[in-house]
């Protein structure tokens, strides 16, 4: 109401004034469109309220809050079912942990309607007894860290980017990703941090297919000679070859695709063996590997190779 005000009296003024369609139309085109939504509008809110207070407490921070806004076909009455907040919210707040490289704790502190939003906040940290000379509290935090490393990750998604600088972050998104798939909906997330900045993002039905295509395993095969000694064997084709005497030294399980193989050997506990093997890595387009698994091609000269990391 209050956003229609100023041209009610604009109207007043200018009465039965034949030129006032024109003039209006003019004074418009001069201030020109504001498009903006309600998350914007908070933000700059907020900004405001923090820039009062720093006039007089230099120091003043705002609390910190996570939205989270739901949408789908079953979101129209604005209510959060319970099987969705047992499936997301974990996933928000591992994501987030991940993206902070430390762990973010979130409380939930309201629902409200327009799709389904979900109100968050971090949870606040203990206070300790005040130390004389303590270091002054970090301008940001680990909350907000993650929700930028976060949001841009969450961006490249959307626009369907090469996501590898944040391979360590994929997993923990692709489990957010497949929640959301679970119930066909998407997720929109506004951050409002305690400076007053903002930051936005979303995953929709567009970022979870390119999630579902990075997933996506291809082989990378490579010979390798495996030396050591044998400290566990399995009838149905399987050895475990340890390279060194120390407790720590690497052990590879070597498959045998016809065990029979194996038998021939007649191999023992305890025995030195020179195996050439296919090393073979399953990677997702992100570059993670999936699964490694070492499988015996035959015999190698005795002559040791370096330990192939796995």
């Given at each position: 109401?209050?956003?229609?005000?100023?041209?009610?009296?604009?109207?007043?003024?200018?009465?039965?004034?034949?030129?006032?369609?024109?003039?209006?139309?003019?004074?418009?085109?001069?201030?020109?469109?504001?498009?903006?939504?309600?998350?914007?509008?908070?933000?700059?809110?907020?900004?405001?309220?923090?820039?009062?207070?720093?006039?007089?407490?230099?120091?003043?921070?705002?609390?910190?809050?996570?939205?989270?806004?739901?949408?789908?076909?079953?979101?129209?009455?604005?209510?959060?079912?319970?099987?969705?907040?047992?499936?997301?919210?974990?996933?928000?707040?591992?994501?987030?942990?991940?993206?902070?490289?430390?762990?973010?704790?979130?409380?939930?502190?309201?629902?409200?309607?327009?799709?389904?939003?979900?109100?968050?906040?971090?949870?606040a940290?203990?206070?300790?007894?005040?130390?004389?000379?303590?270091?002054?509290?970090?301008?940001?935090?680990?909350?907000?860290?993650?929700?930028?490393?976060?949001?841009?990750?969450?961006?490249?998604?959307?626009?369907e980017?090469?996501?590898?600088?944040?391979?360590?972050?994929?997993?923990?998104?692709?489990?957010?990703?497949?929640?959301?798939?679970?119930?066909?909906?998407?997720?929109?997330?506004?951050?409002?941090?305690?400076?007053?900045?903002?930051?936005?993002?979303q995953?929709?039905?567009?970022?979870?297919?390119?999630?579902?295509?990075?997933?996506?395993?291809?082989?990378?095969?490579?010979?390798?000679?495996?030396?050591?000694?044998?400290?566990?064997?399995?009838?149905?084709?399987?050895?475990?070859?340890k390279?060194?005497?120390?407790?720590?030294?690497?052990?590879?399980?070597v498959?045998?695709e016809?065990?029979?193989?194996?038998?021939?050997?007649?191999?023992?506990?305890?025995?030195?063996?020179?195996?050439?093997?296919?090393?073979?890595?399953?990677?997702?387009?992100?570059?993670?590997?999936?699964?490694?698994?070492?499988?015996?091609?035959?015999?190698?000269?005795?002559?040791?190779?370096?330990?192939?990391?796995?």
């Open positions: 109401m209050n956003g229609d005000s100023w041209r009610e009296r604009r109207r007043a003024l200018l009465g039965d004034d034949p030129t006032a369609e024109d003039k209006t139309a003019r004074l418009l085109d001069e201030m020109g469109v504001e498009d903006r939504d309600d998350e914007e509008i908070e933000a700059e809110h907020r900004a405001s309220r923090l820039a009062a207070a720093r006039e007089y407490a230099p120091e003043a921070r705002l609390d910190e809050e996570l939205q989270l806004r739901l949408t789908g076909p079953d979101t129209e009455a604005g209510a959060l079912r319970f099987q969705w907040g047992d499936a997301l919210l974990h996933p928000v707040e591992a994501a987030i942990s991940a993206a902070a490289g430390t762990p973010v704790l979130l409380e939930l502190t309201g629902v409200s309607a327009g799709s389904t939003v979900v109100h968050a906040r971090p949870v940290a203990t206070a300790a007894s005040p130390e004389p000379y303590a270091l002054e509290a970090p301008t940001t935090s680990a909350a907000s860290t993650g929700m930028r490393t976060l949001t841009e990750l969450l961006a490249a998604l959307e626009s980017s090469d996501v590898r600088e944040w391979a360590r972050l994929f997993d923990a998104v692709d489990s957010l990703s497949r929640a959301l798939g679970r119930y066909s909906l998407d997720l929109g997330m506004t951050w409002y941090a305690a400076d007053g900045g903002m930051r936005r993002a995953l929709t039905e567009r970022g979870r297919r390119h999630v579902e295509r990075l997933r996506e395993t291809r082989d990378r095969d490579q010979e390798i000679t495996i030396s050591g000694r044998i400290t566990e064997l399995r009838e149905s084709g399987w050895v475990k070859v390279t060194g005497t120390a407790k720590n030294a690497y052990a590879y399980d498959r045998f016809e065990p029979e193989d194996l038998l021939r050997m007649r191999p023992a506990l305890g025995d030195n063996v020179h195996f050439r093997v296919r090393f073979r890595q399953r990677l997702d387009s992100v570059g993670i590997a999936r699964s490694t698994e070492y499988t015996y091609l035959g015999p190698a000269a005795e002559q040791t190779s370096l330990p192939l990391d796995p």
